[in-house]
């Protein structure tokens, strides 16, 4: 069945395509949802138990922010990347569909490397670890046969929210970055519980090793513009790390000749 402008204006009681946020058609045996195609601000999208095999349709939809799909047709994980492209999505419910098979684990490492925005997947909620696994060692889920892959550019990706900065910057110089980015500034408590004590430093280099891992993963998928910004900001920041390097060696070396002369 498909999905007709009549049914969907009808579903979320709006009087046109453009003004639907919200809509629930859960359990009527579609198999055809191109109409996504011209609601471009839809948010929450509830297609759960129905007969949808591409998400194709979906590619354009950059307002959506939870998408249920659970008990559905879909083949291939290869899908999830026409919503790769979707910056606000963080919550998406898949389960029970073909595509899932049956190591869970591994589904849910191969999805959380595709869409490292998600914050819950299948109802359960991705922890930073989780995340930081899929990014190192989940499954990459390749472009689906014949899809343009201008479409599915992860446009934006650098303003992912990680939450998870770990590098051991100051709190202003952090946030300074972060805006550059596109990114939300850490709260103060947040970055408290990122500055970690002497004692935890093997800790801390781990985790540096999966930002650094998260960025070179991330960094394939964007544009020429996108990649001078990052260029541009490693670049300023890279020259403050060697100029805070040689005022330390300077310091140093007085301390040294001080020491020497006396």
């Not at 595509?99 to 490492?109: D, H, I, P, S």
């Amino acid at each position: 069945m498909k999905l007709t402008r009549k049914l969907v204006l009808a579903k979320a009681k709006a009087s046109d395509l453009n003004s639907v946020k919200k809509l629930n058609c859960c359990g009527c045996s579609l198999s055809d949802i191109s109409i996504f195609s011209q609601i471009p601000n839809i948010e929450v999208l509830t297609l759960s138990v129905n007969s949808i095999s591409s998400l194709s349709p979906l590619a354009g939809c950059h307002s959506l922010c939870e998408l249920y799909l659970r008990r559905n047709t879909i083949q291939s994980l290869s899908e999830l990347c026409h919503l790769r492209s979707l910056p606000r999505l963080k919550v998406m419910w898949l389960a029970e569909n073909p595509c899932c098979g049956g190591e869970a684990n591994k589904y849910r490492l191969a999805v959380l490397r595709c869409l490292p925005r998600l914050q819950k997947l299948d109802n359960q909620v991705v922890t930073e670890e989780e995340l930081s696994l899929a990014l190192t060692h989940g499954e990459d889920i390749t472009t689906p046969p014949g899809t343009d892959q201008e479409q599915l550019s992860t446009n934006g990706m650098a303003d992912v929210d990680t939450e998870n900065d770990h590098l051991n910057y100051n709190m202003e110089e952090t946030n300074k970055i972060r805006e550059q980015l596109g990114m939300k500034p850490l709260a103060r408590d947040k970055f408290a519980s990122l500055s970690s004590p002497l004692t935890e430093e093997p800790k801390l280099v781990f985790k540096r090793t999966h930002t650094l891992d998260a960025v070179l993963l991330l960094m394939k998928d964007l544009d020429g513009e996108e990649l001078q910004t990052v260029h541009t900001v490693a670049q300023n920041r890279l020259q403050m790390y060697t100029v805070g390097t040689e005022t330390l060696k300077d310091a140093v070396r007085t301390e040294k000749t001080t020491d020497m002369q006396h």
